[in-house]
C-alpha cells in the first residue's frame, strides 16, 4: 500500500448530452471503476473508441474535459485525495507529478512555438532544474526516442516535424519534469509500426530507468501487452476486466477480452480495376525554405474502386504525396490527372467540383474539424 501511487475508487463520471431538439441533460460516462497503481509500473487501459479510456486517464490529474465531470469515488495520487484538492494543489499536481502525453501531439502543441522552449516549459514553470539541464534532458530524452539530429531538433516548429516524431517529441515533454505518473494517451496510434516498436520499446526503457509509473492508453492489446504489467479492458465506461497482463492475454474470462484477444488484421481483398481515376506523374516536391525533395519522380496509377496503400516509415513524404494530390502543395515538377484531365497545381485554381471530388480525410480529425462547428454542421458545409 506505501507504494502505491495511484488509487481510483469506484469512480463515477457524468457529462451533459445536447440531444438536438432537446435540452441538455445528464448521461453517465464511467462509472464503478476501480483500480490501483504502484510505483513504477505500468497499468494498460484498454477498450474500442468510446470506453472511456481518455476520460479516466484525465481523472488522474482530476481533470474533465468540457462538460465532463467527476461526480463519484475518489482519486488518490501518493495518498492525497486530488479531487479534493484546490486549484493550488491542482497546479503542483499536473505537470509536475503527473504528465500527459495526448493521442493528438499536433492538437497539444502550440504552433508558433519552437519544441524546445515547450519541452522544457512545465519544467521551468515547476522551478524544477536551471534552464541549461531541462535543455540537456530534453536532448537526451529526444535521444532516448530515437528523433533524428537531437541536438537540434528543439529548434524546429510542431509544422516542421513528421506526426510521428511530433509524438515522440510530446513523449520528451512529458518524462522531462521527472514526473511520478505519466498517462501516455494512444501515443503510438500515428506511429508507422516498425516506429511504433521503436518507441514502445523508448518508452519501457524510459519508465524502468526513471521509475515513473504509467497509464497506458490503447485499443490495441499487442501494443499493451509489450509495455503494461497490469490490464484493466473497459467497455462503455465500466469494468470487463482486471489483472495482470499474463492472466488478460493468456486465459481472459470475459468474452470480451477473448474477442479482443482473437482479433485479427483486415481481410485483405482483391479488386480488379477498371478505368484510371487517378495518374500521378513524375511528381518532385519540395516545402518552400527547404533544399532536398520530400518526393523525387514519383509516379502512381489509380483505377475505378481501386485502393492503393502508400506505405513508408515516418517523415517519408506520405502527407506529401496527398497534399500534392489535393492541391495544398503544388509539386516543383509533374502533372496529376483526375478522371482524365490535368488538375490546377494549386488548390486556390481547383474548381468547386474538384475540390469536392479529391478528399482527404486527416491523421489528426481533431485538429482538422473546426471546434466551433458541429459535426452534422461541417459535414454539410462539404456538400
Ligand atoms: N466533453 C464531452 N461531453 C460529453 N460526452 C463526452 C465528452 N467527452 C467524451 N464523452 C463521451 O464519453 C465517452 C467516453 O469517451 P472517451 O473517454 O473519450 O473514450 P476513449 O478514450 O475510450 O475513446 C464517450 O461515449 C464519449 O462520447
Ligand atoms: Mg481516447
Known amino acids: 500500500m506505501s507504494d502505491c501511487l495511484l488509487q481510483v475508487k469506484d469512480l463515477k463520471i457524468e457529462a451533459t448530452a445536447y440531444p438536438p431538439g432537446e435540452p441538455p441533460r445528464d448521461i453517465t460516462i464511467v462509472e464503478h471503476v476501480s483500480f490501483e497503481l504502484e510505483k513504477g509500473k505500468v497499468l494498460g487501459l484498454i477498450g474500442e473508441s468510446g470506453a472511456g479510456k481518455s476520460t479516466i486517464g484525465l481523472s488522474s490529474m482530476a481533470y474533465g474535459r468540457g462538460g465532463v465531470r467527476i461526480t463519484g469515488g475518489k482519486v488518490f495520487v501518493n495518498g492525497r485525495d486530488v479531487l479534493q484538492e484546490r486549484p493550488n494543489g491542482l497546479r503542483a499536481l499536473r505537470g509536475r507529478e503527473v504528465t500527459y502525453v495526448a493521442q493528438s501531439a499536433a492538437a497539444a ?50 509544422h516542421q516535424v513528421s506526426g510521428g516524431q511530433l509524438q515522440r517529441v510530446m513523449t520528451a515533454m512529458a518524462l522531462c ?60 465506461g465500466g469494468m470487463v476486466e482486471y489483472g495482470n497482463t499474463d492472466h488478460i492475454i493468456n486465459s481472459p474470462t470475459e468474452e470480451y477480452t477473448k474477442a479482443l484477444v482473437s482479433v485479427r488484421s483486415i481481410n485483405h481483398k482483391e ?47 506520405k502527407s506529401t ?29 481547383r ?26 454542421r461541417s459535414w454539410v458545409m462539404n456538400r
Not at 519534469?177 to 508507422?192: C, I, M, Q, R, S
Not at 497509464?215 to 467497455?235: S, W
Not at 480488379?272 to 500521378?280: D, E, I, M
Open 271 to 317: 479488386k480488379t480495376g477498371g478505368v484510371s481515376v487517378l495518374s500521378v506523374n513524375s511528381i518532385t516536391a519540395r516545402y518552400r525554405g527547404t533544399t532536398f525533395d520530400v518526393l523525387k519522380d514519383v509516379n502512381v496509377e489509380l483505377a475505378e474502386a481501386q485502393t492503393l496503400a502508400v506505405v513508408g516509415e515516418s517523415g517519408s513524404g
Open 177 to 236: 519534469p521527472k514526473p511520478d505518473l505519466v498517462v501516455f494517451d494512444e501515443p503510438t496510434t500515428a506511429l508507422d509500426v516498425t516506429t511504433q516498436i521503436e518507441v514502445l520499446a523508448a518508452i519501457k526503457e524510459a519508465i524502468v530507468d526513471t521509475g515513473v509509473a504509467a497509464l497506458y492508453i490503447t485499443h490495441d492489446l499487442a501494443v499493451v501487452a509489450q509495455v503494461a504489467d497490469h490490464i484493466l479492458v473497459l467497455q462503455g
Open 109 to 158: 502543441f502550440n504552433p508558433a512555438k519552437k519544441l524546445m522552449e515547450q519541452v522544457i516549459e512545465a519544467t521551468l514553470h515547476h522551478g524544477l532544474m536551471s534552464k541549461s539541464e531541462a535543455q540537456e534532458r530534453a536532448i537526451s530524452l529526444f535521444r532516448r526516442l530515437g528523433l533524428p539530429k537531437p541536438e537540434t531538433i528543439g529548434n524546429r516548429y510542431p
Open 321 to 349: 504525396l496527398a497534399r500534392v494530390i489535393t492541391g495544398l502543395l503544388p509539386p516543383t515538377s509533374g502533372t496529376i490527372s483526375f478522371n482524365g484531365r490535368i488538375l490546377p497545381a494549386e488548390f486556390e485554381k
Open 351 to 376: 474548381g468547386r467540383d474538384d475540390l469536392r471530388e479529391v478528399q482527404m480525410i486527416y491523421q489528426m480529425a481533431d485538429v482538422a474539424m473546426n471546434p466551433r462547428q458541429t459535426v452534422a
